[in-house]
């Protein structure tokens, strides 16, 4: 009962509050009809929709296109409506029961995610992303910097993370160029008997691995559908994610210089949320915005350095 209230007034919440994307998402009968402001947008997630489908994925699966629609400026893909369980349900399940299935469903998303990465698709966008310890470093000072002039993150905050930056390290592996989602938050995926969902496409892209993963965790830490005091609680899903994006190959560096992604993504998404605040928006808007840029903090402070310092 619980875990429903949180849930439904978490979806009010985002449905109501939400920044314009230029898309929007009807449910009709068995069909999702997704629309689009720019044309664009609309056929690239066909076309990667389609290429998936057509790769024949095991572990996971994205919904059927079965039309793409022109309406003057605008477009519609209509696709089939695929029902299942909500990463959300596992997770608060876990928080709330000590349910452990989530755990298994995370290491099982791991492998999802690593058969997407590796599936034969062309034509996808080249992401910006930093693509080297060096650039991911780099990334990190200037999101910080920004921040700092918005008054967002304080002198303390700011020479914490230059301390961190002196002693970390990221192994090369986690920039290795894969194909990415491009904005694996929780809600974008569902679980359906035992294969994965994956929803949303609009901003696949081939770049460096780390950054589905790492936005994947980033989501979780930043959600206001979770107890605050859930945070370190996470650890246990992410590691199993990690093992089953890694499998074997798994360590402690790995896991080390997924903790320098989060930072970086965490901080990208801090600013994000800061511009925002900034932009003519209502106030309940500015309210989530600044809710959500203080839970991320915390993690900055409670779960990502700790780990990059220990
Ligand atoms: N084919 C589908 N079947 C079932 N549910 C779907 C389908 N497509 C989308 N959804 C649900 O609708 C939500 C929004 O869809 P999507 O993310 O594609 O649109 P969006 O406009 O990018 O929305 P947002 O900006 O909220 O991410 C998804 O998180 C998912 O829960
Ligand atoms: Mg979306």
New binding site residues.
């Given amino acids: 009962m619980l875990r429903f209230l949180v849930i439904h007034f978490y979806e009010l919440l ?1 449905s109501k509050f ?1 920044v314009p ?1 230029g ?3 009807i449910k009709t009968g068995g069909h ?1 009809i ?1 629309m689009y402001n720019d044309a664009n947008e609309c056929a690239y997630e066909c076309g990667v929709l389609l290429e998936i489908g057509l790769s024949n994925p095991i572990i996971f699966k994205v ?1 059927k296109v079965f039309k793409l629609l022109k309406i003057r400026a605008h477009s519609a893909l209509i ?5 299942g369980r ?1 990463l959300d349900n596992y997770i608060l399940d876990f928080l709330l029961h000590k349910n452990s299935d989530a755990v298994r469903i995370f290491y099982r998303l791991g492998r999802a995610i690593r058969e997407l990465h590796n599936l034969n698709l062309s034509g996808l966008h080249n992401s910006r992303l930093p693509s080297s310890y060096h650039e991911l470093k780099q990334g990190i000072v200037e999101l910080s910097k920004k921040l700092v002039i918005l008054k967002i993150v304080d002198n303390n905050l700011f020479s914490a993370i230059l301390d961190v930056l002196k002693k970390a390290d990221a192994v090369d592996k986690i920039f290795l160029p894969r194909n990415l989602h491009g ?1 694996l ?1 929780f ?2 995926i ?1 679980v359906q008997d035992n294969t994965i969902v994956l ?2 496409f ?1 901003n696949t892209q081939r770049g460096a691995s780390y950054f589905d993963l790492a936005m994947l965790s980033i989501s979780l830490y930043g959600s206001l559908t979770f107890p605050p005091q859930a945070l370190k609680r996470f650890t246990p899903l992410i590691e199993a994610l990690l093992k089953g994006y890694y499998g074997k190959d798994l360590n402690a560096e790995i896991i080390k210089s997924m903790k320098l992604a989060e930072l970086y993504i965490a901080l990208r998404e801090i600013l994000g949320y800061a511009r925002t605040l900034h932009a003519k928006v209502s106030l309940i808007t500015s309210f989530v915005a600044t809710l959500k840029i203080k839970r991320l903090k915390v993690a900055i402070k409670k779960v990502i350095l700790p780990k990059l310092i220990s």
């Fill in positions: 985002r939400k994307t898309r929007s998402i999702i997704k919904p696709m089939e409506y695929v029902a909500n904005e938050y809600t974008h569902l929803f949303d609009h």
